[in-house]
């Protein structure tokens, strides 16, 4: 039986990959402990633009939403899909008919992609 040195499931040694990209990681983690103050001004001073979007990237990245009127996990049925995806485009309040409809909009958009993946798969075999 082998002996787990590297914390792999397999036991082996890291590879030389994973050696040098954890390398890699603690290097930018000690300049950017070092410079990141640095950085942060310089583009904020130099490229506001860019500033303002790499900070909402993260924000958006690292905030959960609390909205879940987009969240089609939460679905549990057909209604529910229709709603939510009236609601993505700004139909606030859809009635019944419209959910209907884009139940049937939906489904022939399911269909359509059933037939792509189809298609793919023929030519593959």
Same mark, same amino acid.
């Given at each position: 039986?082998?002996?787990?040195?590297?914390? %792999?499931?397999?036991?082996?040694?890291?590879?030389? =990959?994973?050696?040098?990209?954890?390398?890699?990681?603690?290097? !930018?983690?000690?300049?950017? =402990?070092?410079?990141?103050?640095?950085? !942060?001004?310089?583009?904020?001073?130099? %490229?506001?633009?860019?500033?303002?979007?790499?900070?909402?990237?993260?924000?958006?990245?690292?905030?959960?939403?609390?909205?879940?009127?987009?969240?089609?996990?939460?679905?549990?049925?057909?209604q529910?899909?229709?709603?939510k995806? !009236?609601?993505s485009?700004?139909?606030?309040?859809?009635?019944?008919?419209?959910? /209907?409809?884009?139940?049937?909009? %939906? %489904? =022939?958009?399911?269909? /359509?992609?059933?037939?792509? =993946?189809?298609?793919?798969?023929?030519?593959? /075999?």
């Amino acid at each position: 039986m082998r002996t787990r040195k590297s914390g %792999n499931r397999y036991g082996e040694s890291p590879s030389t =990959r994973n050696r040098l990209s954890g390398a890699f990681i603690e290097a !930018l983690a000690e300049q950017w =402990r070092e410079h990141g103050g640095e950085i !942060l001004d310089g583009l904020r001073r130099d %490229n506001p633009a860019k500033f303002a979007e790499i900070v909402a990237k993260l924000v958006t990245i690292s905030e959960p939403t609390t909205d879940d009127t987009f969240d089609f996990k939460k679905a549990t049925s057909m209604q529910d899909i229709g709603r939510k995806l !009236l609601m993505s485009v700004g139909f606030e309040e859809p009635d019944e008919a419209s959910i /209907q409809r884009a139940i049937e909009v %939906n %489904n =022939r958009f399911i269909e /359509q992609l059933e037939a792509i =993946r189809d298609s793919v798969q023929e030519q593959i /075999q």
